[in-house]
């Protein structure tokens, strides 16, 4: 590759999954947003036995006042399990006490890419036939 | 840096400037995806058809994503696309005219027109006073360039010998005018405000003339001409975004709500976003 080829994916070469801001995967996370975190790795890709916490889509969780917020993206822009994705999202955390109500907000920046799946989620998706090389 | 972070800080001034903005961006979007999706099943070849189809899709993905922006200032989505009236649509008529039948080389040829367009269009928002108009830029233009690619080199290939060329210099010469007006406001007394708060970093005669320069480039590399289109003479009858082919697009339109419209819903299943978007 070149300088001037395109790169279409982020480099993060030496760093570690904690030191980067994005995506996040609750690692420090205690008490109920650990809980979050444990809920959102029962949730699936739907094409792909990963959960979306290994797949890189979950960027920030907090929780304030029963009320869960969930940074989520999209692999890209036209997705069609949106709306399935975000359903489940908040089924499965609502139904941690004391939390009332799940809020989901949809970040595109930075955009997705495949440097955003964990060492699991990567060995997970070589076994499942997909080239994350 | 953006200074307008979101929907919640906005005065009615800024919220008109960004409706102005989007708008044309989401329509421009969603009304050629709409075209796209006519080619399905109909392309010369399996990939091209698989490659059509996908760019359809993105498009529709882009549309959603700024659709969104303007949901969040309080549309909801029958009020955005189903029940909104035909004459309140933006896009350019580009996006909205009907394809030559068969005419492959008026798919590529437009799509290789809208998406050069499209791409500077994103540059000169990557840097939005407003963030969620901002934040989305990174995430379309990296699915962008593959249209771009693709229809170039669809192209390059009709271009092999005399007889595709012709077609190309044809689609060349109906679709130039009508791309020109992507680069018309939506709005246009909105303009001044869009610029001055930042919410667009270069303006749109700056855009259309590095787009002119572009695909006049790509097009001698290829001996295809470009039509000389001395503003605003040249351009189809009605210069501005609003569509000269109205009844093409009032049957475009008449298409995509049928169902909305046959199901007679309170409700429609959302493409636009019942969740905050950041």
């Known amino acids: ?133 | 840096m953006s200074s307008l972070s979101g929907p919640d800080v906005l005065s009615a001034d800024e919220r008109a400037a960004i409706e102005a903005l989007v708008f044309p961006l989401a329509d421009d979007e969603f009304v050629l995806a709409e075209r796209y999706t006519e080619w399905q099943v109909r392309a010369p070849t399996l990939e091209s058809d698989l490659a059509l189809a996908n760019v359809a899709q993105d498009e529709l993905g882009h549309a959603r994503l700024w659709y969104d922006v303007v949901a969040d200032l309080g549309y909801d989505e029958p009020e955005l696309l189903f029940e909104r009236d035909p004459d309140a649509f933006y896009h350019a008529s580009l996006c909205a005219l009907p394809f030559e039948t068969g005419d492959w080389a008026d798919a590529v040829v437009r799509s290789y027109l809208y998406d050069t367009a499209e791409g500077l269009r994103l540059d000169s928002l990557a840097g939005s006073a407003y963030a969620p108009i901002a934040n989305r830029i990174e995430r379309i233009t990296t699915e962008e360039e593959y249209h771009r690619e693709h229809a170039a080199t669809w192209i390059k290939r009709l271009c092999v010998d005399s007889e595709g060329r012709q077609t190309v210099q044809n689609a060349v010469d109906r679709l130039y005018p009508y791309a020109l007006a992507l680069f018309e406001p939506g709005e246009p007394t909105q303009t001044d405000v869009i610029e001055s708060l930042g919410l667009r970093t270069e303006s749109l005669p700056s855009l259309r003339g590095q787009w002119i320069q572009t695909t006049s480039t790509f097009f001698d590399s290829i001996d295809v001409s470009v039509p000389v289109v001395e503003l605003p003479q040249g351009l189809p009858e009605d210069p501005g975004r609003h569509d000269p082919h109205v009844a093409a697009w009032l049957s475009l339109y008449d298409d995509f709500t049928r169902t909305y419209r046959e199901l007679d819903r309170a409700h429609t299943p959302t493409i636009t976003s019942e969740h905050n978007d950041g």
């Open chain 1, 1 to 133: 590759m070149t300088a001037e080829d395109p790169c279409p994916y982020p480099s993060y070469e030496g760093t570690t999954d904690s030191e980067m801001p994005v995506p996040a995967r609750g690692e420090t996370a205690t008490g109920i947003e650990r809980r979050v975190f444990e809920a959102l790795e029962t949730v699936e890709d739907p094409e792909m036995p990963i959960s979306i916490v290994d797949l890189g889509l979950i960027y920030g969780v907090s929780v304030t006042d029963g009320v869960a917020t969930v940074e989520l993206t999209l692999t890209y822009s036209g997705c069609p399990a949106r709306d399935l994705l975000c359903e489940t999202i908040e089924a499965r955390v609502e139904q941690l006490d004391p939390i009332e109500t799940c809020s989901i907000e949809l970040v595109w920046n930075p955009p997705w890419s495949i440097e955003m799946v964990s060492a699991n989620g990567k060995a997970a998706l070589e076994s499942f036939g997909v080239s994350v090389q």
